[in-house]
């Protein structure tokens, strides 16, 4: 009887325990890999103006680099915007905080986009930035594989290949694969562009860094075997209360 | 853009890699792949289409056949046929050119460089098969020999193409702005109205094209046409763009504007273009004549200064002089050796190399990003701050997560509001909210539905999130934590405001600061706190979990490694209620249960009683039946659960 007692109140307890939305859940256990190396966590505002989400990006008004990301534009509101990246939170950050430092900036974005089973309008970022005197691409893959490695598991490895940002050059796309498996596309990355580096105040023939943008919905989908992106936002118990 | 691997194999002497092979090469150094696919043409033809994503900074020189042949091989090492200069000698090889007697007159800046050319006596017919091929793979319709051939050498050369009916020409070509009101028809019949920001040719009476955009009905080559002006053009950039964006008109050419293209190209095309004319549309009396070039502003040669010190630093390797020469010699570009300096000549069509950084890049990718270590970051002189906003989010999420509360992330769209998005996505989601009330309110009634296959008496949630207050120009944007429970339907105690009230409890202990929220426990099932102050006034110490270092709190342990799907059917619910001698384990109970009803239960039975009597115990159980296939018939559930109260009754067990 006590032990039937015990179980049963084991049982209640586990009922009573609430869940965590998996997202944030992600987030945090990313996040925690990047601070135990001494990252720093940086947040910022979703409405943003066109000169912290575009242009101090290197992003120029009428450049073809714009429709890569298609923008909720405020109405009656000239120039401001639902960010479409986290990036915006960096600029701030290097505006207003001495070189060198590493910092990660998770975050809710928006992109005006048709939705299906892998688009939503809105998801959720994880982007990293390190500047500093002499960090290299070398670095870049270093992060990235003690990320890979601390969050999916040791077998998996990674690739960069060639990308296009107009904020980071070289620009790289990153790949992931584990063990025998194929190469899944999961991240760009790349060194800050100079005149990124420049429009913040910071000397680009001191200072250099790299910087990388993980899609933080992707990132659980494939760790956690969801299928379809929408299910993060109807807010349905069923799903966020197996985690 | 879908690129024909027999085209581009037209470029090359040697045998190239296999369709495949290329694949990798390019997905390692160069572009993203898309696709690839076999093709049988209407011919019998066989194809492979590789689907290359050339961005924008690739757009300049890449967006075409010659351009990707010329990428590969620079990464396979297999020398490219030189068709540029061949082209550039095939005007002169046309001894007999007649002296052009086109006007152009090119009133605005906005073009760059316009070469138009003359050429009589042409056959128009339908294209022939070698070039209606090519059109055919890369999924183009073909027109007649004449248009098809300025079609061709976009997609060979990168250069938008245009040819124009001498005959149906009202005096010269003239490049300007439109005058307001008027209209241009364009190929495909369509009315365009102009303004004085459009960018247009005309001839003396009327609009002939939108340049760089669309071509216009007026001066059509057809079945008739014997005569026609070649047009071969550079526009600017962004009016391309603009242009295009306002009229709606995306074509093939506006893109290739858009992205930006050397005026250097236009003369190489003009000579393409002529020279496949001659081939495939000449008759006895076809005479060429000379071409009539205004080219206004000039290209510049890019000369970058690359230095071994950056390429190292940059991209993390030991390169030298020497190596770093040879991988430029393979880019073919251009340069001259200076100690640790090399000075690059740029070709005219790379205009994404402006910097020395841009050439980091190129050398990286020859290089191989493969070939670069994984360094360990140096350390640095930077100590990190605790960051309040995640540090009291992570904590409260603990807290209510320990409370039995879910966290919900809904959308921040909303149907009633102040600040809206330009162009909402929906009808009912045309604002952005100021409240988190709706979205949890949804999300309330949604699992209260659900709540039997939850195996939860009170749906219990929460959300951490932006709401946007105000008018736009004063608006503010502020964090919110809502709050919000409801009990399932039959459910009257404890009130939902209860639990209201013992989570703002805790979250004052833990945050160590009174949240003045007032709270009906009797009504209220919402309540929402800002927490931007609770950021301004928190302890930053109190948010890290190990003193003198940034460590955020730790959630409660995952339930499971990975997501169970759920069936979209209906679920049905049966409830059975049975007595126990006191001896007998419940566990032999729910096993039976779990038995017998098998892979329809969709959820663990839920106890939801149990009554002591004498020597025995009545136990009941909420079993939750539900199919991915079907919706499942009260017959279907009665057939289980009578072989579950066959299976009691054997037992000797009394059901109640």
Redesign the interface.
Known sequence: MTENTDKKENKEKNENIGSVHILNRVINDIVRIFTEQGFEVATGTEIEDERHNFDDLNVPKDHPARDMQDTFWLKDFASHLLRTHTSGVQIHFMKDNKTPFKIVAPGKVYRYEATDKTHEVQFHQLEGLVIGENINLGHLKNALNTFVKKFYGEDVETRLRPGFFPFVEPGVEVDMKKGDGEWIEMLGAGMVHPNVLENCGIDSKKYQGFAFGIGMDRVAMLKYGIDDVRKFYDGDLRLINQF | MIFSYNWIKEYFDEELPTAEKMVELL??????IEGLEEKTLSDGTMDSLIDIDV?????HDALCHYGMANEISIITGLRLKEIRSEIFESEEKITNQKPAEIKVDIKEDFCRRYIAKEIRGVKVEESSIEIKNKLETIGQRSINNIVDITNIVMFELNQPMHAFDTDKLDGGICVRFAKEEEQITTLDNKEVDLDSETPVISDDNGVLAIAGVKGGKKAEVDSETVNIVLESANFN??LV??TSNKTGIKTDSSKRF??EITPELAKVAINRATELILKYASSDNTNVFESVDVYSDPAEQTEINLTVQKTN?????DLDTQQISDILNKLKFKHVINEEVLKVEIPYERLDLN?E??L??EI??IYG??N???????S???S??V?N??GVN?LI??T??????????????VAEGI?????P?ADDRKY?RNSLKS??E??LN??QK?AD????DH???FEI??I?VGE??N?S?KMYLGISVINKQGIKKPKPGTFIKEALERLSEILEQEIKIKINEDQDIFIEILLDEVYESINSEKLSIKEGT???PM??K?????????SQYPFVLRDIAVWLP?ET??DELVSILKNKAGELLVKEPR?FDEYKKDDKTSYAYRLVFQSFEKTLTDEEINKIMESINSEIESKGWEIR
């Open positions: 997905t390692v150094h160069s572009f993203e961005l924008p900074n690739r757009a950039q962004s763009r603009k858009e992205n630093s940059l991209l993390g390797v910097i950084t841009d980091v890049e990286g990718r990003y493969s670069i270590l994984d360094q360990e970051i140096p640095m002189d930077f990190p701050k960051n906003e995640y992570t999420r603990k209510l997560v320990e409370l039995g509360f879910s966290e919900v992330i809904t959308s921040s769209f600040l809206s998005p330009m162009k996505f952005l979205g949890l949804k999300t949604l699992n659900n296959w939850l195996g939860l749906i219990k949630i999130g932006k946007f736009p120009e608006y944007e940034v460590e955020y959630f409660p995952i339930k499971n490694s990975s997501y169970t799907n759920v006191n384990s419940v106890q």
